[in-house]
């Protein structure tokens, strides 16, 4: 497990979630909002690296397996972009012998990789690790 040394200015509950499945992306925000996080959402990568540019969060929730630049390439360009934004890559694919594994993606300078469906209690765990607890 690796601890991530997020930029000082950011607050831990600025969080952007990118993932192309409107149900999914709207589950993980409710949870991370339900948690007193603030939280932006992306439909798919090009608009999420898009808002990066504005105003870069403390953390990325991404899933993996999207139209568009996504897998272990995007992870690496977000984190030589973004050395400071933490990342939480998701996907449904890990370990299944489709596309990137799990392992990949933490190679690739995932903070760490959750397989779908992920569970409410291991996202907000992780998330706090990275970036803290939400100020309430």
Partial sequence: MR?????????PGDILVIDDDAILRELV????VGAGYRVRVAADCCTGTADLGRN??????????MPGPCG???IAWLKREHPGVAL?????HFN???????QAALD???DRALAKPVK???LLRAVAELVGKPAR
């Fill in 108 to 110: 690739a300078g995932a």
């Fill in 29 to 32: 925000t409710d949870w991370l």
């Fill in 72 to 74: 272990a390439e995007a």
């Fill in 96 to 102: 299944s012998g489709q596309g990137l594994s799990a």
């Fill in 3 to 11: 601890a991530v040394a997020t930029d000082p200015s950011k607050r």
């Fill in 88 to 92: 939480i890559a998701v996907s449904g």
């Fill in 56 to 65: 870069p969060p403390a953390l990325i929730v991404s899933d993996m397996f």
């Fill in 120 to 122: 409410r209690g291991e």
